[in-house]
């Protein structure tokens, strides 16, 4: 496994990559790797001749009260994960390489990032598509991979590379749990143990929700306000968003007809927790 930070050094590796004909998977992550981010990466190995990780906390994607300074960096514990995942080489770019003085060209997109966590986090996305954009013309990978986790930002990038017309193709993975049913999260860490008990309220949430639909039951209003009580139980959590939205529009869906995209989006103390379900 070979440790890259320096932008010229990847650019002249890729070109020898390029050069012996191989193809490249390629997972994007903030670090403080789990079994979520290591799933991405077996699927690479599987998918590739050779697979990139870029460990990136992008600034640009993170609000001026955000949690950018004390997001976790465990860079020697994340290479320990990845070795055995077969990882060829990590890019742990700096952020004044990524974004230097005079930094000015932006991606945006209108209508999907207004809602859920577009709504609750102005820029947020903006800051995703600008640096996954970046590192795509940096590593020129052939199939890159994301989480269903973040399910709104694996929608919007694929549109981005469908409108864009940009020359790889995006792989999709299913979330990866604790056994008690919360999904992975770098953000999980920053949990007290009441909290971490707490924090099964989202999984829970859903998973009422999937049982209200098999049981027939087809008013997002009804299976929403179910969601809440499940949540509301726990003391010091905070609903910011609870959605049940068309899967490829993300416009809220009143009866369910169709599969939609049941998320949300939990404040458990200070931590802001995602997660979702498609049904
Ligand atoms: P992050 O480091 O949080 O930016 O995440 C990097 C990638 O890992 C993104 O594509 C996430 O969607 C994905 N990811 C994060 N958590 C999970 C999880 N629990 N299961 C599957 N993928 C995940």
Same mark, same amino acid.
Not at 104 to 112: I, K, N, P
Not at 156 to 171: A, E, F, P
Not at 220 to 237: A, D, H
């Given at each position: ?14 070109? /020898?990559?390029?050069?012996?004909? %191989? ?11 789990? +079994? ?23 600034? *640009?994607?993170?609000?001026?009260? +955000? ?11 994340? $290479? ?59 590593? /020129?990978?052939? #199939?890159? @991979? ?13 549109? *981005?590379?469908?409108?864009?017309? *940009?020359?790889? %193709?995006?792989?999709? $993975?299913?979330? #990866?749990?604790? %056994? =008690?049913?919360?999904? $992975? ?14 924090? !099964? ?5 859903? !998973?009422?929700?999937? $049982?209200?639909?098999?049981?027939? /039951? ?21 609903? =910011? @968003? ?6 490829? !529009?993300? +416009? ?28």
């Amino acid at each position: 496994m070979k440790l890259i930070s320096n932008i010229s050094a990847l650019k002249n590796k890729i070109r /020898e990559i390029k050069r012996q004909g %191989k193809s490249i998977g390629f997972v994007p992550t903030m670090g403080a790797l789990h +079994e979520g981010h290591i799933s991405l990466m077996r699927q690479a190995r599987k998918d590739n001749d050779v697979v990139i990780v870029s460990i990136f906390v992008n600034p *640009m994607q993170f609000g001026p009260k +955000e949690d950018y300074k004390k997001y976790p960096r465990t860079i020697q514990a994340d $290479m320990k994960l990845m070795a055995p995942a077969g990882v060829d080489i990590v890019f742990t770019p700096q952020a004044k390489d990524i974004f230097p003085d005079g930094f000015r060209a932006y991606v945006d997109m209108s209508g999907l990032t207004n809602v859920m966590c577009g709504k609750s986090r102005p820029g947020h996305f903006r800051g995703v598509l600008t640096v996954v954009n970046k590192l795509f013309n940096l590593v /020129e990978p052939n #199939i890159a @991979y994301f989480g269903q986790k973040d399910y709104q930002q694996a929608l919007l990038i694929k549109q *981005m590379v469908r409108d864009l017309d *940009m020359n790889l %193709k995006i792989k999709v $993975m299913p979330i #990866i749990r604790e %056994k =008690d049913g919360l999904a $992975m999260s770098s953000r999980n860490a920053y949990l007290s143990p009441d909290e971490r008990r707490q924090a !099964t309220c989202l999984s829970r949430a859903l !998973t009422k929700a999937k $049982m209200m639909v098999i049981g027939s /039951e087809y008013s997002s209003k009804r299976i929403i306000t179910e969601m809440k009580k499940v949540i509301t139980r726990e003391k010091p959590v905070r609903i =910011d @968003y609870i959605v049940i939205v068309n899967t490829d !529009t993300l +416009e809220e869906i009143s009866v369910i007809k169709q599969k939609v995209l049941i998320a949300l989006a939990v404040f458990v103390g200070k931590t802001r927790l995602i997660d979702n379900l498609v049904v």
